[in-house]
């Protein structure tokens, strides 16, 4: 059964601190995985996929995020969070006939 | 690129109304993808097309949804009649191949069903 579990609802960080959102997977298959974002009222922009090749995969924005297949993890990290990354975002598990599975969303909150 | 186009941005609708939602791919997609968005329930797959043909719509609610591709560049999303459990936001998403998985997502349509 494919799954994608991100652990936290909300996270809220301080500009120019470093930003973590976590997501744990489950899948039978290889997987793929992206992180989308999703500013308000608009629709979900990709960030950044891995599609089995580098596990260390760099995104827009300065966002990146590691493949650990041991720990079945694909957490998003960037630097220094910056006002414009406040926004949901969405870990997402791409297999089995091209579908996607989405995570619950991590709602990021970025304060002066 | 213009992106995944769709239309209206914003409708609202009485309850019992027939809702007509429309979607054009990017062109040179092959699989094009339905979505409803909900706070209660997320982001939910309703119905995807590759060439133009339905592979799965397990995900469309019930009988009152319909979803059609009559041409690679064309997408409807018919909700006949209305109710305002479907006040949601309706996304579109379209990607080239059949287990590429990469989405690229329209801005969505806003759905208000009074």
């Known amino acids: 059964a494919q799954s994608v579990t991100q652990l936290d609802s909300h996270v809220s960080v301080s500009e120019g601190t470093p930003v973590l959102l976590r997501c744990n997977y489950s899948?039978?298959?290889?997987?793929?995985l992206f992180w989308y974002v999703q500013h308000p009222n608009k629709g979900l922009q990709l960030l950044l996929k891995?599609?089995?090749?580098?596990?260390l995969v760099k995104g827009i924005n300065g966002f990146e995020a590691e493949f650990k297949k041991s720990e079945t993890s694909f957490h998003l990290t960037k630097p220094s969070a910056h006002m414009s990354d406040a926004a949901e975002y969405f870990c997402?598990?791409?297999?089995?006939?091209?579908?996607?599975?989405f995570g619950t969303g991590t709602q990021l909150k970025v304060e002066l | 690129d213009a992106g995944v186009i769709q239309s209206p941005r914003h409708e609202v609708t009485e309850m019992g109304q027939e809702v007509t939602l429309r979607c054009k791919p990017i062109?040179?997609?092959?699989?094009l993808f339905w979505y409803r968005q909900t706070m209660m329930r997320g982001l939910e797959l309703l119905i995807y097309?590759?060439?133009?043909?339905?592979?799965?719509d397990s995900g469309m609610p019930e009988d009152r949804f319909s979803a059609k591709m009559p041409n690679a560049s064309f997408s409807t999303l018919k909700i006949q009649p209305s109710e305002p459990r479907d006040s949601a936001v309706y996304f579109c998403?379209?990607?080239?191949?059949?287990?590429?998985?990469?989405?690229?997502f329209g801005p969505g349509t806003r759905l208000t069903v009074t």
């Open positions: 062109s040179g997609h092959n699989s």
């Open positions: 097309f590759n060439n133009n043909v339905p592979i799965d």
């Open positions: 899948s039978s298959y290889s997987p793929s």
């Open positions: 891995y599609t089995s090749a580098a596990t």
């Open positions: 998403a379209s990607s080239f191949g059949r287990d590429t998985y990469e989405q690229y």
């Open positions: 997402v598990l791409g297999g089995g006939g091209n579908k996607l599975t």
